[in-house]
């Protein structure tokens, strides 16, 4: 089990550094960074004084070299600065981290505990009208694009009904503004929920063992939960890393549509004034996030499933 | 009329009343045995983008101030009749610049289907081709494809698409390399997969002995067992496609304005929502409605060609 995690550790820290590297590599291939300084002419600067700022900004070093020193700035949270509102990245970032985070909490909460256990309903009442509904759902859930949910949503409960606002956070902690996006955000990941569970459910349930704990008579309760349930998990948690990428899409989505505060929308928005620092700090900023939690959800398949843990 | 009919087709024991309920029955066992509500969809879709200028009864860009945020014909004839200007009926109503919204959705459809196709063919061979080359020869060769696949795979898409559009621009051409980009790692893996368990079947180790060479083995062994795994894989890809073109539009980084996609209609409707929802919601609708009976089509496919496939998704 140990050599599996450190095995897991070594690749999400590998695949970290990749990443930078690759973010790295496609930021110079923007552009010379000199320009950002002085443009070709120079704006009137001599030979010798656009040679001072190029090894005062290191760009004389190998490639190589450039990405050691932009790696350990990056370690110590330099990001750089933003071209279009000239200020540092890493405060930007830090700014927004927050909305961001708590729109995920809730959405991921709400997927999971509504998506899991009407994955096992309609595997165990398979056939019945309970597994017509989940299935329609998933089929529902994952054929919508995430951005219409969200508008129908703001048309009907904002424009007709008038119960919702349509856009933004509000101060403080407002639970009205976080029904919207959170529904938004989350039908997605449940659908992806119900349609995982219930498949390996329905497989785990059909397998001799869960048979034999019925033929012995362990309770229905016991038989689902314990025997089936458990083993069952494992297949969700091995496809954690896709429902992961969708997620951050979904939640990309969401903060564009709901204009809310977060980093998202920050993104996307440096997308749309070509703020390429920006848009580099906040892909390197999902990039970790999103390893960390593949990493969270390799323990965790240590945890559910006993076959890793004790070889 | 009707009863005739019942009478005719229904059971020995079956009766009036129940006769009349069996066909009903019949015709829902029809409709659940074969996809004909899907493909009657999907025909609609690729006839309406082959005879988009034939069908659609405006012009995609053609503005007009007076019959702006004009209602579904339908929906509201006295908006029309207050408004003698207006001369046209839009059957599904117009945009904020009076462009109609059906004929957008009918030229809308013609450039998704374009997109989409030049990406999943694109994505398709480049694929099929690393699946088949890491999956026969295996080794260091697989090694390389199978780790790139995993890490390519273990990448939020969305990210790299956003960082390939802000650095070469956006336009037709790029969004199908970004498609593409996304389209080609589902071929390796199930190639490579199929390719794997074909490599040592009796009929390719007899077909070697026989000195048969690798590109024969491939043309005459190989790949007629992999047709069903690249049509189902191909089929199922498309949807998803679809809903990734229409999202990178909708966020504004996907194909440019003017071009009547649908993500970009959905968008542009959005700002007036208030005074015009049909200009995003019938655009959404219709992906919905694609998407769904793509992935319905898919899944009909891979039960019917292999049922060994079904744990894919």
């Known amino acids: 089990m140990r050599k599996f995690l450190l095995r897991r550790l070594i690749f999400t820290l590998v695949s970290v550094v990749g990443a930078t590297l690759i973010v790295f590599v496609l930021s110079r291939m923007a552009g010379d960074p000199m320009v950002l300084y002085a443009d070709p002419e120079g704006y009137g600067m001599d030979a010798e004084q656009i040679a001072a700022i190029r090894s005062s900004l290191r760009l004389d070093e190998p490639l190589i070299i450039q990405y050691v020193y932009w790696f350990a700035g990056l370690a110590r949270g330099d990001l750089g600065r933003s071209i279009v509102a000239n200020r540092p990245v890493s405060q930007m970032l830090w700014e927004r981290a927050g909305a961001t985070a708590q729109l995920a909490i809730a959405a991921w909460l709400v997927a999971t505990v509504v998506g899991i256990p009407l994955g096992v309903l309609s595997a165990v009442k398979r056939g019945t009208a309970w597994d017509y509904i989940g299935r329609t759902f998933a089929l529902f859930g994952q054929a919508t694009p995430t951005f219409w949910i969200g508008i129908m949503g703001i048309l009907i409960f904002s424009v007709y009904l008038g119960w919702l606002p349509s856009a933004l956070r509000g101060d403080g902690f407002r639970i009205n503004h976080f029904i919207l996006p959170t529904l938004t955000v989350s039908t997605a990941a449940m659908a992806g929920y119900l349609r995982i569970t219930r498949s390996s459910m329905l497989e785990v349930l059909d397998s001799e063992f869960v048979k034999l704990a019925r033929a012995k008579g362990v309770s229905r309760v016991k038989v689902i939960w314990k025997h089936t349930f458990r083993n069952a998990l494992i297949q969700p948690i091995t496809v954690s890393a896709i429902l992961f990428a969708n997620f951050i899409t979904g939640i990309t989505v969401a903060e564009v549509v709901f204009a809310w505060p977060g980093l998202g929308s920050l993104m996307l928005t440096a997308v749309w004034n070509n703020d390429f620092p920006v848009l580099t700090g906040t892909v390197l900023v999902f990039v970790v996030i999103y390893m960390a939690l593949n990493f969270v959800a390799d323990m965790l398949y240590v945890v559910v499933d006993p076959r890793i843990r004790y070889s | ?313």
């Open chain 2, 1 to 313: 009329m009707a009863t005739e009919i019942t009478d005719t087709y229904s059971g020995p024991q079956s009766r009036g009343a129940k006769g009349a309920f069996s066909i009903h029955l019949r015709v829902f066992h029809f409709l659940r045995r074969w996809p004909v509500v899907p493909l009657v969809v999907l025909s609609v879709l690729v006839l309406t983008a082959i005879f988009a200028e034939q069908l659609a009864p405006h012009s995609w860009r053609q503005q007009s101030l007076p019959g702006r945020h004009a209602p579904p014909y339908w929906l509201d004839r006295e908006w029309y009749e207050d408004r003698p200007r207006v001369q046209d009926k839009y059957i599904l109503g117009t945009d904020h610049v009076g462009r109609d919204v059906l004929s957008r959705m009918i030229h809308g459809a013609r450039i998704s289907l374009l997109v989409v196709a030049v990406a999943l063919t694109s994505g398709l061979l480049i694929g099929v081709s690393l699946g088949l080359i890491s999956g026969w020869f295996g080794g260091v060769t697989d090694e390389i494809v199978s780790r790139f696949v995993d890490i390519w795979y273990a990448l939020p898409f969305l990210l790299i698409a956003l960082v390939v559009i802000i650095l070469f621009g956006q336009s037709l051409l790029i969004m199908m390399i970004v498609l593409a980009m996304t389209a080609w790692v589902t071929f390796v893996r199930n190639v490579r997969a199929e390719v794997y368990s074909i490599k040592d079947r009796d009929y390719v180790l007899l077909s070697k002995i026989a000195g048969a060479g690798t590109l024969h083995m491939w043309i005459k062994h190989v790949m007629p067992g992999l047709i069903s795994i690249i049509a189902v894989v191909a089929t199922l890809s498309v949807g998803s496609l679809i809903l990734t073109e229409a999202t990178l539009s909708f966020l504004g980084a996907g194909i440019p304005a003017p071009t009547p996609a649908w993500g970009v209609m959905i968008a542009e409707g959005r700002e007036h929502l208030r005074t015009a929802w049909w200009s995003s919601f019938f655009p959404g609708l219709a992906i919905f409605l694609v998407v769904m009976s793509l992935n319905f089509f898919g899944d009909w496919l891979r039960d019917r060609l292999d049922s060994r496939l079904r744990q894919l998704s």
